[in-house]
């Protein structure tokens, strides 16, 4: 079984930044594209951004793009999202996920517990 533990998140004022993380554990399995979702309230999960297991191929969703950057270390494990320049409609609990590269939540068998990240005005 693969464990997946996000941090991070918190609350941060419009324009401003963060780091997530996403710490893996467990049996390894292959090599998985690592992926962040988000899932803003009375909304559904959505992907936001994806890096393959080399790190050579990184996917974003358009609303992200030029402000967020993913990336990995596979020697600790561990994915990274940098977001800059946040925007009130960022506030949502950010995923961690593994598995096979898509946008669509049901490709990625293992999932963090998820960090809130809350962007005010």
């Known amino acids: 079984q693969v464990q997946l533990v996000e941090s991070g998140g918190e609350l941060v004022q419009a324009g401003g930044s963060l780091r997530l993380s996403c710490a893996a554990s467990g049996r390894t399995f292959g090599r998985p594209t690592m992926a962040w979702f988000r899932q803003a309230p009375g909304k559904e999960r959505e992907f936001v951004a994806a890096?393959?297991?080399?790190?050579?191929?990184?996917y974003y969703t358009d609303s992200v793009k030029g402000r967020f950057t993913i990336s990995r270390d596979n020697a600790k494990n561990t994915v990274y999202l940098q977001m800059n320049s946040l925007k009130p409609e960022d506030t949502a609990v950010y995923y961690c996920?593994?598995?096979?590269?898509?946008?669509?939540?049901?490709?990625?068998?293992?999932w963090g517990q998820g960090t809130q990240v809350t962007v005010s005005s």
């Open positions: 996920a593994a598995g096979a590269y898509s946008g669509r939540p049901s490709t990625y068998p293992y």
């Open positions: 890096i393959t297991w080399s790190g050579t191929n990184t």
